[in-house]
């Protein structure tokens, strides 16, 4: 279940991420990093809890996508950001440390 759901997640965020931009850019507050930042937190939890000692390799896919993401996005009419893939990168780090608090807790209260 976690691999489909990590799977829904990972087609939502290329959708989105890859779609022709509508024209101005929207970094209201920020809030283009905060959905970066939350998008891939969600993708990389279902994952980590299912396999909580693959963190490692979880983090590095997830940072790879948002990169090659930020690759392609010049190709379909968006600008690439580095500061879009920090976001990436943090999001998927509280993600990981999300989920492997919560499995700690959900384990340690059995």
């Known amino acids: ?24 850019h929207s970094t209201l507050l920020g809030l283009d990093k905060v959905a970066h930042l939350l998008a891939f937190a969600g993708l990389v939890i279902p994952m980590t809890l299912a396999q909580p ?17 930020e690759i392609v996005q010049p190709h379909v009419g968006r600008s690439a950001e580095w500061a879009d893939l920090v976001a990436d990168g943090l999001g998927a ?13 959900l384990i340690d209260d059995r």
């Open 53 to 69: 000692r693959r963190w490692p390799l979880i983090f590095a896919l997830a940072l790879a996508y948002g990169g090659l993401i």
């Open 1 to 24: 279940m976690p691999q489909i759901l990590t799977a829904l997640i990972t087609l939502v965020i290329g959708v989105t991420t890859l779609m022709p931009s509508t024209g101005g």
């Open 93 to 105: 780090a509280l993600g990981i440390a999300l989920a492997l608090t919560l499995r700690r807790r």
